[in-house]
């Protein structure tokens, strides 16, 4: 099983500052990554896939990046609508599906 | 618009079995492979089942392997999970939850709001 761990646990930004997030596989996932967003009370919501392309819209400001075993989520210009928790996951080699623990992004 | 409304959820006590169902709208649901998800209290989301679009095949995780058993009726586009031998650890909301194929990525791009399961006594 690939395990997931995202850091860190908990994120605090400024309105209009930059969050990243961090997402490590425990081996090799190449960009078989998909990122969501989960914010209380709503379903989650597909952000990216293919480690970095941008599902349906998905404001730019939502970035994807990175490789292998090492992920990174920007959210360029942090808005209030962006407060959420954040979960990475893996799909190169299943079953199971894995998540990661997930990001809580707050504003500071 | 892409719909899906699970529901079945409710207090339940160890050991006892409860049936979810999800239905499904706007979309052509027999073409799509299906999951279900879940979210316990105060935890992340853990992948719990799918199942291909004709049913054939199904996979699970190994915390619900030979306990749960994820089924669907493509002609009520309706998805379903048969929950037996239920424990306490399986208290969480449970999300409906579409799989698409992007040109080779595998991506949940569509859930449903959720519907919780208790077990308890």
């Known amino acids: 099983e690939i395990v997931m761990t995202q850091s860190p646990g908990t994120l605090s930004v400024s309105p209009g500052e930059r969050a990243t997030l961090s997402c490590r596989a425990s081996?090799?996932?190449?960009?078989?990554l998909a990122w969501y967003q989960h914010k209380f009370g709503q379903a989650p919501r597909l952000l990216i896939y293919?480690?970095?392309t941008r599902a349906t819209g998905i404001p730019d400001r939502f970035s994807g990046s990175g490789s292998g075993t090492e992920f990174t989520l920007t959210i360029s210009s942090l808005q209030s609508e962006d407060v959420a928790v954040y979960y990475c996951?893996?799909?190169?080699?299943?079953?199971?599906?894995?998540f990661g623990g997930g990001t809580k992004v707050e504003i500071k | 618009e892409v719909q899906l409304v699970e529901s079945g959820g409710t207090v339940v006590q160890p050991g006892g079995s409860l049936r979810l169902s999800c239905a499904a709208s706007?979309?052509?649901?027999?073409?799509?492979?299906m999951n279900w998800v879940r979210q316990a209290p105060g935890k992340g989301l853990e992948w719990v089942a799918y199942?291909?679009?004709?049913?054939?095949?199904?996979f699970y995780a190994d915390s619900v392997q030979g306990r749960f058993t994820i089924s669907r009726d493509n002609a009520k586009k309706s998805l379903f999970l048969q929950m037996n031998s239920l424990r306490a650890d399986d208290t969480a909301v449970y999300y409906c939850?579409?799989?698409?194929?992007?040109?080779?990525?595998?991506?949940?791009?569509?859930w449903g709001q959720g519907t919780l399961v208790t077990v308890s006594s």
């Open positions: 939850v579409r799989g698409e194929w992007f040109s080779g990525d595998y991506a949940f791009d569509s």
């Open positions: 706007g979309f052509t649901f027999s073409i799509f492979h």
């Open positions: 199942i291909t679009d004709g049913g054939g095949t199904t």
């Open positions: 081996q090799s996932v190449s960009t078989n």
């Open positions: 293919g480690a970095a």
């Open positions: 996951q893996q799909y190169a080699n299943w079953p199971p599906l894995t």
